[in-house]
């Protein structure tokens, strides 16, 4: 069974540091592309940052030099560090794993940036 679990939401002040945290399991998570997604109310679900099986990686304009994603294979995990936090960073996060035809989407995890 395929399980993406997030973790790492918080409240945080703006200006704030966030690490989140993806692991992933059932998946042979090396080949796959990682990826984060965010979901604000009343917003559509929007890339914030990817990075493929060669660890290219690739961020939305609104958080470039701001967030990093990275991976970690031998722990199956990947992680959004999130620096500078705006208050329009205010969302749940989502874990999604991509290899055409198969993507796996986590629960999410709550981040608030409010002062």
Known sequence: QVQLVESGGDLV???GS??????????????YTMEWYRQAPGNQRELVAGISSTSS???????????TIARDNAKNTV???????KPE???????????????????????????
């Open 13 to 15: 002040q703006p200006g």
């Open 18 to 31: 966030l690490r989140l945290s993806c692991a992933a399991s059932g998946i042979f998570f090396r080949i």
């Open 57 to 67: 990686t690739n961020y939305a304009d609104s958080v470039k030099g701001r967030f």
């Open 79 to 85: 992680y959004l560090q999130m620096n500078s936090l």
């Open 89 to 115: 960073d205010t969302a749940v996060y989502y874990c999604h794993a991509q290899m055409a035809p198969w993507d796996y989407w986590g629960q999410g995890t709550q981040v608030t940036v409010s002062s």
